[in-house]
């Protein structure tokens, strides 16, 4: 999860542990950057917030689609209400990704659902990556 508000982290934390997801938070865009780079064991469903108070996470998603090793992480963007437009290569990266949004203030239920779809799809993509 990368989100830079701690009281976020720490309510999105509890209720995917809850569910029985392991948990990796991160504050900033390079910690999350550095982690997805680092950890090649298995995919992971990336929690992102949009908004951080050095940017937005634009650089990260075209990070994440142009280099192999990072697309096979899942992610659920979590943007504020008032972000109500995304770029053009946005737009682009989040339809060909399958890129779940759910606005802040989420419903705990949306996240949890954005969460499941995505680790749906890592199985999936899993299952077929070792045949």
Request: glycine fraction near 2%; charged fraction near 25%; aromatic fraction near 6%.
């Amino acid at each position: 999860m990368i989100e830079d508000d701690e009281d976020i982290r720490l309510v999105l934390r509890n209720i995917l542990e809850e569910a029985g997801y392991r948990v990796t938070e991160a504050a900033t865009v390079r910690e999350a950057q550095a982690y997805l780079q680092r950890d090649t064991t298995l995919p992971s469903v990336a929690l992102l917030d949009y908004q951080f108070p050095s940017g937005h996470a634009g650089a990260l998603l075209r990070t994440i689609a142009a280099n192999a090793a990072l697309v096979r992480h899942c992610v659920v963007l979590l943007p504020d209400i008032r972000i109500s437009y995304f770029p053009p290569d946005e737009q682009r990266l989040i339809a060909a990704h399958c890129i779940d949004v759910v606005y802040k203030p989420f419903d705990i239920e949306d996240v949890l659902t954005a969460v499941t779809r995505a680790a749906k799809l890592l199985a999936i993509s899993m299952a077929f990556r070792s045949r």
